[in-house]
C-alpha cells in the first residue's frame, strides 16, 4: 500500500519528458471545400508562425499543451490545444460574417419565458430574477453578465470577485459592513449601494452574502439602479445584482444535464432520420464487411492478414479485427495474438490505447483494461480524465480502497488549482457523484463508522439512469441526440463552432466526459440515443464510450458498458435504446 501512495506521489507532480519535446505537425486548411493558400499558423503567447502553401498545407513544430492558432482575413480564427499524440490537424475555417448573416435573414420569433427557461445552461447570457428570465439582448438596457466560471475563487468573498470583473465596481466598508457600489464616484461621496438577490431571496445592501462560496456561482446579472428601482422597490434604488447558484435549478425546476428537461419545453419532433446499425456497416470499409462476413475465426484471421499490410499503422484497423475474433468468433489465442503482434503500437499512442481499454471494459475484461488505465495515468498525469478512468477502473476490479485514493488525489489537486481552468462544473459534479457514490455503495467493505462519517459526500440526490460518455480523442466533434418515449428530443453538439471554447477548456484540463441525467419520475418508455459523428481533423476513427448506470444510487445499481467506433461522418446513427418500464437497457 506505501509503494501506492508514492506511486501517487511521483506521477501527478512531475513533468513528462515527453510533454518537452516538440511534435510535428502538418495538414491542409480548408474554406467550404476548398484549399486556402496564405493562412496563418501560429503558436499563441509567441511570434511563431507560418503561412500554407498555395494548396493549403502547412507544417509546424509545437510542444504538447501549445495552442495553435489558425487564421485568416474575414474568417474566424480556431484554436486548437498541442496534445502528446497530436500529428495531423486538418482545419476548416469559415466567415466570420455567417452568424450574422443567420441573425439578419431570420424572421424574428418572439421568445417567451419557456424559451429562455430552457436555454438557461446553453446561453451564458440570461439570468434568472425573481420577475422572470432577463436576457441583454431584450430588455432595453445595460444587463450586464457575469460567467461564474470567470470569477476569482481565490478573491476575499464574493464581492471582490465581482469587482475583479466589472469595471466601475467598487467595494467600500463603512462601520466594518462590506458594500457594493455601481459607481466609483458613488462609493467615494456616501451614494447608494446594491442591494442582493441570490436565488430569488432579496437582500438588504447591508446584508451582502460575503459567506458565499464563489465556487457555486452560475451567473451573475447586474441590473442598473432606475430598473431596478422599478422591479424591486427602494430597497433597489443603488442597483441590483442578481447571483444565481448551483444550489437550485434554473431551467423550469429540473436538474442541469437532464436532457428530458429541454425535450419538454422545446418542440423537438424526432423525424426517425437515424441509421441503424445494418446500415452503418454498409458504409464501412471492404475489410470490415469482409471481417463480419468470415463464417469462422480462422477466415477472419485470413482477412486480417491480408489487410495488415496497409493497415498496421492504424490502430481501428487492429481493434476492429482484436473485437471480430474475441467478441464474434470467442477466440482468445487469435485476438490476443494480434495484440501482442502490435504492442507498440497501442503503448506509444494513448489515445489508441484509450480506446483498447474502452473495448476491455465492454468485453468484461476488468483486468486487462485496468492494466491500460495505470499506463495512460503514468502517461498523462496532468489529465484529469487519466484520475477518473483509472479510478472508475479501480471499482470494476473491486479495488475500492485505491479507487478512493485516486479520486481523493484528484480531489485535492483540483483544490490546490494544479489543473489549469479546472473550476469547471462539470468536472466538479462528476467528480463529487462518483465520489460520493463508491463511499455509499462500498463505504462499508473498506472505511471504518468513522473515517465513513469523515468523509466529504452528501447523500445522493438523484435516482433513475445515469449515462456517462466518453470519447478517446480530444478533437472528436459529435451530436448527441436523446429522444423520449413521445419522440422528442434535445441535442448536445461538441463542435468547435458550436462550443468552442468549452472545448478548449476541457482539452485544457484533459477532460473528455459528459454525463445525462433521466430521472425516476420522468415518462416511462423507451428512450433512444443517436449519435451523429462530425470528424476529428484527421483521417482516423474516435471511439465514443457509453455507459450506463440502471437505478443508479440504491442497492440495485448495475451498469452496462458499449463502445462505438465513429467513422461515417454527418449521418445520425442509432446507438443503444433504454427501457424505463423493465428497468433493463437494451444496447444495440
Sequence with gaps: ??????????????????????????????????????????????????????????QIEANPRDILVFSY????????????????????????????DEVTISKRKKITQEDLATDYYTDGSIINTDFGYLNPKLVGYELRIIDGKNLNTKAIDILDAIVEELPGI????????????????????????????LDGHIRKPENAPVQLDINKVVRIGIIPKDQAARRYGGIAAGGMVVINTFDIDHSSGQKENRPFDQIRLKN????????????????????????LNSKNAN????????????????????????????????????????????????????????????????????????????????????????????????????????????????????????????????????????????VTLHGNTMLSKDRKEKENTVEEDFTGTRLVFEWNDSEAEFELQFVNPEGRYFKMERSLFAVGNQI???????????????????????????MKYLGNKKLK???????????????????????????????????????NNDKRISLK
Design 170 to 197: 467598487t467595494v467600500r466598508s463603512r462601520e466594518g459592513v462590506r458594500y457594493l457600489f455601481t459607481s466609483s464616484v458613488g462609493s467615494l461621496r456616501g451614494g447608494i449601494p446594491v442591494a442582493y438577490e
Design 1 to 58: 500500500m506505501q509503494s501506492f501512495f508514492v506511486f501517487l506521489i511521483l506521477v501527478s507532480t512531475i513533468t513528462l519528458q515527453a510533454q518537452n519535446n516538440s511534435n510535428e505537425i502538418k495538414g491542409i486548411v480548408t474554406s467550404y471545400g476548398a484549399p486556402l493558400p496564405n493562412a496563418n499558423i501560429s503558436i499563441k503567447g509567441t511570434s511563431s508562425g507560418i503561412q500554407t502553401d498555395v494548396n493549403g498545407k502547412y
Design 299 to 438: 477466415e477472419a484471421y485470413q482477412v486480417y492478414e491480408n489487410y495488415v499490410g496497409n493497415f498496421n499503422t492504424n490502430y481501428s484497423f487492429l481493434i476492429d479485427t482484436y473485437r471480430c475474433l474475441s467478441e464474434k468468433f470467442k477466440n482468445e489465442r487469435l485476438s490476443d495474438k494480434i495484440l501482442t503482434e502490435h504492442s507498440k503500437s497501442f503503448k506509444e499512442d494513448p489515445v489508441a490505447m484509450k480506446a483498447l481499454a474502452y473495448v476491455h471494459q465492454n468485453n468484461s475484461k476488468f483486468k486487462s483494461a485496468n492494466r491500460l488505465y495505470k499506463e495512460l495515468f503514468v502517461m498523462r498525469p496532468d489529465y484529469i480524465q487519466s484520475y477518473l478512468d483509472l479510478a472508475n477502473s479501480y471499482i470494476e476490479v473491486e479495488e475500492y480502497e485505491r479507487s478512493l485514493q485516486i479520486y481523493t488525489r484528484l480531489n485535492y489537486l483540483l483544490d490546490q488549482g494544479y489543473f489549469s481552468a479546472a473550476d469547471s462544473l462539470k468536472v466538479i459534479t462528476v467528480l463529487a457523484r462518483d465520489l460520493n457514490n463508491l
Design 504 to 530: 478548449q477548456e476541457q482539452n485544457l484540463m484533459g477532460y473528455a466526459t459528459e454525463e445525462f441525467l433521466i430521472d425516476d419520475t420522468n415518462m416511462n418508455g423507451t428512450w433512444q440515443v443517436n
Design 73 to 100: 482575413v474575414g474568417m474566424k480564427p480556431v484554436e486548437i490545444i498541442v496534445e502528446d499524440v497530436t500529428r495531423t490537424l486538418n482545419i476548416q475555417l469559415f466567415a466570420e460574417v455567417q452568424e450574422l
Design 268 to 291: 423537438n419532433i424526432y423525424s426517425k432520420d437515424a441509421i441503424d446499425e445494418t446500415n452503418v456497416v454498409k458504409n464501412s470499409p471492404t475489410y470490415f464487411k469482409k471481417l
Design 541 to 579: 476513427p474516435s471511439y465514443l464510450k457509453a455507459v450506463v448506470y440502471y437505478n443508479y444510487g440504491t442497492i440495485a445499481q448495475y451498469k452496462e458498458t458499449k463502445v462505438f467506433k465513429m467513422q461515417l461522418k454527418n449521418v445520425n446513427q442509432e446507438l443503444f435504446k433504454i427501457d
